[in-house]
């Protein structure tokens, strides 16, 4: 059995944060509906679809057209149903389209009514449109990530996005317990700035305390050095040192022992303080040695913090990756067979599965209104009359 078996979501959300949330549902039993435009999730054919291919997984298709008035019977029989509905537009959109919470509500007060946007379903910026690198830009986080000297850097993976989403689901597995007590649906609200921000969570606090920004230091960190990458006679590799047992061990393996006990560097506070000198003689230091070696004698030894910087080609050949099946194989038509990240929760009774990938556009249409009591002649006309495809 899986944990969500039973749980009916309708996911009429789009692109990234939403889409990722619904997935997680899916994975863990829930019966995803997967609401779209007769055009599609405009993030359809984002990289050659490799987005669709990952996000959409454990999904059905019913590509309908909500401005149309047949839409709305077919829409309502879904809901009466759902125990959960998921929309990810700007707010005031589904009020327009008849399916906004008071409304939804009304039709099925059981129902778990999450919204996820760019800045919340209240506040002077409700209205505007939400992107992850927006989030990025606005939380201070891109002002704090890259080279000093150098301008802002967002991070490669849409984070803040996929971050948003499982809030949404965290709220929703929260709401569908507090429905075991009370026998009420709620309103669920998560924002892609709220959840940027929370993640700056000891940047705030340490702002709060001292007035100071979070510097730019690379691949380092603020608090702790040497805590970054570095160079070595092949590829590069993260080191962190953060306690002077750590950093004797570190100077005496890669030859640089009086270091260890110079003033300028013996304490992390001092190496913080000092930094600028430091590093360019640790990075002197480490060219003599390989990646391999380091990792072997720092990382597997003396258990130093290391890792080395994985391309996504070597992350899919990793060997700790392949024991843990963390990356699969699923089909995905037109494109066939594609490597997607498998079930990242792992629960030892109940685990979650991959059952069904990511559909192709109104799939799975004609099954679900033949579920709800449609007629094939009906189906029919509706799809002449363009409501659905």
Known sequence: ???????????????????????????????????????????????????????????????????????????????????????AFVPGVMDKLGVGYEAVNKINPRIIYCSISGYGQDGPYRERAGY????????????????????????????????????????????????????KGQRIDVSLLDTAVSWMNYWVAFYSLTGINPPKVGSGH?????????????????????????????????????????PRFETNDVRCKNRDELIPMIQEALKKFSNSELFEELGQKLGIPCARVNTVGQVIDDPHVKARNTIVDMEYAPAGKVKVPGVSIRMSDTPGSIRRTAPQLGEHTGEILKELGYEDELISKLKEKKVIL
């Open 222 to 262: 603020f608090y702790a050095a040497p805590y970054q990458v570095f160079d070595t006679k092949d590829d590069p590799i993260f080191i962190g040192i953060s306690s002077e047992k750590a950093w004797k061990a570190f100077c005496n393996v890669i030859g640089v022992a009086e270091l260890a006990d110079d």
């Open 132 to 183: 992850d690198v927006c989030a990025q830009c606005e939380c201070g986080l891109m002002a704090a990530t890259g080279e000093p000297g150098r301008p802002p850097v967002r991070i490669a993976s849409s984070l803040i996005d996929y971050g948003t989403g499982m809030y949404g689901i965290l709220g929703v597995v929260f709401a569908l317990m507090a429905r075991e007590k009370t026998g």
């Open 1 to 87: 059995m899986l944990p969500l078996e039973g749980i009916k979501v309708l996911d009429f959300t789009q692109a990234a944060a939403g889409p990722f949330g619904a997935m997680i549902l899916g994975d863990m039993g829930a019966e995803v509906v997967k609401i779209e435009p007769l055009t599609g999730d405009h993030f359809r054919p984002v990289m050659k679809g490799a987005w669709a291919a990952v996000v959409n997984r454990n999904k059905r298709s019913l590509a309908i057209d909500l401005r149309q008035e047949e839409s709305k019977e077919i829409i309502y029989k879904l809901i009466k149903d759902a125990d959960v509905l998921m929309e």
